[in-house]
Each structure stands twice: as structure tokens, then as C-alpha cells.
């Protein structure tokens, strides 16, 4: 079945710091690609997603790009904000028979000033 | 418009009581999913309706736990006879079409049992 690996949290930054959070996928076929936020006591937002092969999803300074080669997509800023701090989920839409999207165990971000 | 709502945010109970939990989902999505998040855990799929009707409901835990839909509209999940382990944050996420597309995620509500 789908699955979505992310790298292991959490991920500590000084502001203005670079960030990389690593998303690599299992799928059938080329499904579109998502990642979702959460701030602090709210539920998921989408962030950015890409639907084909070497799309560049960004929104607020992140961008992603799908990567079918490494079957990845990995979530980029140049320069992290304090109000970056949150969680942050990479995922699959549902695919095939199943109609239950994939989600990543979740990467939290803390971001210090 | 107004986006999808939960209610109440925040629920303490007793161990052994029964609790209901209330999703209103954006008007016209067809799809509703329910997910349960442990602290620091990521999402742990519940059930999900397409309509009225809940064809996969494989993720309900156990037996204490039942969900319905009513009017194509708002969702209620039920717990019963509430367990410690039920502690969590409910969160319900409603979508134009069955899990194809972009989720749109309520606040969720945090149930503490006692």
C-alpha cells in the first residue's frame, strides 16, 4: 500500500535559518503530492501541493518540489520565521480501491528568535 | 465562508461516561473523515462518509466508538464508556471528493478522560 516516510522531529532553528524537512513516498502511479500545517492547537492546513512529475508547490515562502526519480518531496524555506513553529505533515491523496489518504507521522519545527 | 467547526474544543470526562463529538463540515463537501491524534503522534484514521453512508469504518478502535451522519451534513462520533486511552484530539476534515482531494481540517476537539 501508499505509504509516506518523514524525517524524525524535532527540528530546531535559529531565525532566518535554512530549512529542509525530507518527505520520500510509496505509491501507484503518480498521485499528486501534499503538505499540510498545523499551528499550535489547530487542525491541518494545506500548504502547498504539486499534482505531477517535477512540479514546484509553494505558498509562504516553502516551496516542494516532486521529484519522481528519488520519489520524494521535500519541504524547503530559505529563511525561517518564529511564527514558522508548527507541525508540519507530508501526504498522499487516496489512490486505487482506498479512499483514506496517507499522512506522515509529522515533523514538528521550533523555530528560536 | 465559514470553514469546518467542531464541537465542544475542549471535553474532560470521567472514565465510564459516554461522550459525543459534533463536525460541521463546509457546505457541499460530500466527504468527511474523522482522525484521532495522540500527543506527539501523527494522524490515526477513524472513519470516514461519503453521504450519509460510512463504508470503511476499519479505523473505530473498538466497539465503544460509532459515528454518524446525517442530511449529507453534520457528523457526530460517540464514544462510550469512555477509557483513559481515549484521551486525544479528535479532528474532523471534510472534502469536495473522497479522499482525492485537498482535506479541509477543523480546530479538532481535545477530549481528556479522567
Known amino acids: 500500500g501508499d505509504s509516506v516516510t518523514q524525517m524524525e522531529g524535532p527540528v530546531t532553528l535559529s531565525e532566518e535559518a535554512f530549512l529542509t524537512i525530507n518527505c520520500t513516498y510509496t505509491?501507484?502511479?503518480?498521485?499528486?503530492l501534499f503538505w499540510y500545517v498545523q499551528y499550535p492547537g489547530e487542525g491541518l492546513q494545506l500548504l502547498l501541493k504539486?499534482?505531477?512529475?517535477?512540479d514546484k508547490g509553494s505558498n509562504k515562502g516553502f516551496e516542494a518540489t516532486y521529484r519522481k526519480e528519488t520519489t520524494s518531496f521535500h519541504l524547503e524555506k530559505g529563511s525561517v520565521q518564529v511564527s514558522d513553529s508548527a507541525v508540519y505533515f507530508c501526504?498522499?491523496?487516496?489512490?486505487?480501491?482506498?479512499?483514506?489518504?496517507?499522512f506522515g507521522r509529522g515533523t514538528s519545527l521550533i523555530v528560536h528568535p | 465562508g465559514a470553514g469546518v467547526s467542531q464541537s465542544p474544543s475542549n471535553k474532560v470526562t470521567e472514565k465510564g461516561k459516554d461522550v459525543e463529538l459534533r463536525c460541521d463540515p463546509i457546505?457541499?463537501?460530500?466527504?468527511l473523515y474523522w482522525y484521532r491524534q495522540s500527543l506527539g503522534q501523527g494522524l490515526e484514521f477513524l472513519i470516514y462518509?461519503?453521504?450519509?453512508?460510512?463504508?470503511?469504518k476499519s479505523g473505530l478502535p473498538s466497539d465503544r466508538f460509532s459515528a454518524e451522519r446525517t442530511g449529507g451534513s453534520v457528523s457526530t462520533l460517540t464514544i462510550q464508556r469512555t477509557q483513559q486511552e481515549d484521551s486525544a484530539v479528535y479532528l474532523c476534515?471534510?472534502?469536495?471528493?473522497?479522499?482525492?482531494?485537498?482535506?479541509?481540517f477543523g480546530p479538532g476537539t481535545r477530549l481528556t478522560v479522567l
Open positions: 476534515a471534510s472534502s469536495v471528493g473522497t479522499g482525492f482531494d485537498e482535506q479541509f
Open positions: 505509491a501507484t502511479g503518480y498521485p499528486s
Open positions: 504539486a499534482t505531477k512529475a517535477d
Open positions: 501526504a498522499l491523496p487516496a489512490s486505487g480501491g482506498s479512499y483514506i489518504p496517507t
Open positions: 457546505s457541499g463537501h460530500t466527504a
Open positions: 462518509f461519503q453521504g450519509n453512508s460510512a463504508p470503511d
